[in-house]
């Protein structure tokens, strides 16, 4: 029998191709989910044009829409990498999915990498569209981009350790509806709509330490008000992020 009698030969993908797979499947699957959508799209972009056109929230000096449009980009991302990625993972992991995933060729870690880079890719289109509808409206970003992609990646990694950590220990139900109280939660008191200083300042001062406030406030700061790097703020999200990952890492159950 010749050497070519089997062309292809028999055997696992090559790792890089198997994780741009597996990603491409699971931006689908993002894209194509109803809720996701509505958590990932729809609401920041409600939420930035109504709050943009209302006089609802007393957001200082200048246009609303260079207040709100830091802080709708930090829950945008809040949405996808944390709401989404964890009522998404807790579901597949009670109906088998995470299990069935684990016996294939691709290693756990590169199916966690993979769902990571499908974030990154919907993250991508919901600031394209934000930025978009943001400049629509009115707005004048300005500051340093580097400070903007740093913020925004480690928000990413802080809030992924995050929804991994409840989705990887919670049930589905619990995780769905702890999920969305969160956001709800953060979207009142993170600094994305109402200023920090409206909050008192004992609240105000254990708020900020939230990774949605440290998120918003250093995309306000470099992009309304011009700060090179927001270094306070990259402190807690470098901070949440290791805490996060560290915990999903240690506790997630994969089945």
Do not use: C
């Amino acid at each position: 029998m010749s050497a070519s009698t089997y062309t292809p030969a028999p055997g696992a993908a090559p790792l890089p191709r198997m994780i741009v797979a597996q990603a491409s499947f699971e931006t689908k699957m993002l894209l194509r989910n109803g809720e996701q959508l509505l958590l990932t799209v729809i609401i920041p972009s409600l939420l930035l044009v109504l709050f943009s056109s209302i006089d609802v929230v007393d957001t200082g000096s200048g246009k609303s829409v260079d207040f709100l449009a830091p802080g709708i980009l930090a829950l945008a991302v809040m949405s996808t990498a944390f709401t989404g990625q964890a009522i998404a993972t807790g579901f597949e992991r009670r109906y088998g999915v995470l299990k069935r995933l684990g016996a294939s060729p691709l290693p756990r870690w590169a199916l966690m990498t993979a769902k990571t880079l499908a974030v990154l890719v919907t993250e991508v289109l919901q600031i394209a569209l934000l930025t978009v509808i943001a400049l629509a409206l009115g707005w004048s970003p300005h500051g340093n981009p580097a400070a903007v992609f740093l913020l925004i990646v480690l928000g990413t990694a802080a809030f992924s350790g995050l929804g991994l950590l409840m989705a990887g220990t919670l049930k589905a139900e619990a995780t769905l509806a702890a999920a969305n109280l969160v956001f709800l939660l953060f979207l009142v008191a993170g600094g994305v709509i109402v200023p920090m200083d409206k909050f008192p300042g004992g609240v105000q001062s254990v708020l900020n330490l939230l990774p949605i406030s440290a998120l918003s406030d250093g995309l306000r700061d470099v992009l309304q008000h011009g700060a090179s790097m927001p270094w306070g703020d990259l402190g807690i999200l470098a901070v949440w992020a290791v805490l996060g990952l560290g915990a999903a890492a240690r506790f997630f159950r994969w089945e």
